[in-house]
């Protein structure tokens, strides 16, 4: 399983003998959540509830931003999202935690601290438009902090060097351009941009670039219908 950075808090080692390892399965739990698939078809996971600040941007669409979240909240994380579009959040906030409130809205500017702790880890995402203002609730130990841009703005080259995992989903070549300015890609990523399908992102790290496909399930389907990069 291919995954990005520290996963999850630090747990005591276990040991098995060699010949109890086929009786072994690993179910994902606390320890990421599934962002999707890589080029090899394997399961590739983010680490969100960390004990140190950890912040993402994602340059894409509001349906990826939306499946992680619902993925986040499934994994036990608190979601506070700070929208200036509420009502395309409110299915998705209705469904999620079947009933209890583990997912919440907030207008642009109005996050309340949050309160995030190891027991109750939080991500906070900034769907704010191309030019987010600062945000009132910044990362934190326990609190991860995800801001989508549906463009490469004029903030945007600010932002990515500040990022410590960095998505990116289809974009112009002249923004193309921009991003591998920033990030440093090779030209062949940088070529590949322009031409992303819907539900893939290249998600980059400062040693670490990786395509995956976010491969959503019926139920993602259901709520929030087919993948796509315009909303």
Sequence with gaps: MFGFGLIGPRRG????????????????????VVIGADQQQRPVTLG????????VVLIGGLWTAQVL????AGAGLRVAAETGRAPAWAPLVQAAGGGH???????????????????????VVRDCGM????G????????????????????????????DLVGIQRVSPDEAATVGRVLALPGADV???????????????RGL????????TDIETALLGAPRRVD
């Design 101 to 123: 409130p583990c997912m919440v809205t907030h207008e642009v500017g109005r996050v309340a601290p949050q309160g995030p702790s190891v027991r109750g880890p939080v991500l």
């Design 48 to 55: 969100l509830s960390r004990p140190a600040p950890y912040d």
């Design 136 to 163: 009132r609730v910044a990362s934190a130990p326990w609190q991860s902090v995800l801001t989508l841009l549906p463009y490469v703005s004029q903030v945007a080259p600010r932002l990515l060097e500040h990022a």
């Design 13 to 32: 080692r276990h040991t098995v003998r060699s010949a109890e390892l086929a009786a072994l399965s690993l179910p994902i739990g606390d320890d990421g």
């Design 209 to 216: 670039r990786q395509y995956v496909s976010i491969r959503a």
């Design 131 to 134: 030019r987010p203002p600062r």
């Design 69 to 72: 979240a619902l993925r986040a």
């Design 191 to 205: 070529e590949a941009l322009s031409s992303l399908p819907d539900d893939v992102t290249l998600w980059c790290t």
